[in-house]
């Protein structure tokens, strides 16, 4: 599926938002994703977040949705170390993380966009969809650009495809 998608940036990750699999028009957005920095989670709340702006509001409702998953995620694998590490990590290095952790939500996702803003194209403003696999913990994260807009044209770029 990812591969007949290639010119979207699709990324597939694991209950506790490592990514997985990625195409390479999500590692031309949002470059490498290595170590601790494969974790969606990490990225966000142990990190700058240089590589993406986006609103208050929508930065809010992501952070919470992230945090409500690791939740969920040490609910069905209590005797997971790993994700027992990564919440520990997660709550000395983030005080935000924390501050959410303590608050016990359990809510769902949402669409909403995003702006990027790439190192040699400037801003990237993207829709962003969070896909449920059904009978599994997989998530899927699709960003899709407006045909014919701007950003469109520089997803385009990005994957050396012409405009």
């Known amino acids: ?93 983030s005080t935000r993380f924390d501050s959410l952790w303590n608050r016990f939500e359990a809510i769902g996702h949402s669409s909403f966009s995003k702006t990027f803003v790439h190192p040699s194209l400037g801003d990237i403003r993207l829709d962003c969809a969070v896909l449920s696999v059904i009978g599994s913990d997989l998530r899927i994260i699709v960003f899709t650009a407006e045909p014919g807009s701007s950003d469109a044209a520089n997803l385009n770029v990005l994957s050396g495809l012409p405009d």
Do not use: C
């Not at 409702?61 to 520990?88: C, G, N, S």
């Open 1 to 93: 599926m990812v591969d007949r998608l290639a010119d979207t940036p699709v990324g597939i990750f694991s209950a506790v938002w490592t990514i997985i699999h990625w195409n390479e028009r999500w590692a031309a957005l949002q470059g490498e994703w290595t170590g601790k920095h494969r974790n969606l989670v990490w990225r966000h709340f142990a990190r700058d977040r240089v590589w993406v702006r986006d609103g208050e509001e929508a930065h809010e409702a992501f952070e919470h949705e992230l945090v409500a998953d690791l939740r969920l995620a040490t609910i069905k694998y209590p005797d997971d170390r790993e994700l027992k590490a990564l919440v520990a990590s997660l709550r000395a290095e």
